[in-house]
């Protein structure tokens, strides 16, 4: 009895610990789907000046892309703390 209870308060504990980032990365997956037509817009562009070997241009459009993620408060590094 003691042993099942230990492995069960570390398990609840454990995912009570990651439920801030859980919720996080939840809220990050539904802005991305918001910002999906401005960033596939964006990424097209970055993509063409990069084919191109524009890299002046390719530079501007992925400082708009990370300018737009800052805008909207999406910071992908901080949703990859669920895997760790």
């Known amino acids: 009895m003691g042993l099942t209870a230990g492995l069960v308060l570390t398990a609840l504990s454990s995912r009570l610990l990651f439920v801030p980032?859980?919720?996080?990365?939840?809220?990050?997956?539904h802005k991305m789907k918001l910002?999906?037509?401005d960033m596939d817009e964006l990424n097209?562009?970055?993509k063409k000046y990069a084919k191109r070997g524009d890299r002046t241009a390719s530079n501007i459009e992925r400082a708009k892309i990370k300018n737009l993620r800052r805008?909207?408060?999406i910071y992908p590094i901080l949703s990859l703390l669920n895997m760790f």
């Open 44 to 46: 097209a562009n970055f």
């Open 71 to 73: 805008q909207h408060g």
């Open 35 to 37: 910002l999906a037509p």
């Open 21 to 29: 980032t859980t919720l996080y990365s939840q809220v990050l997956g």
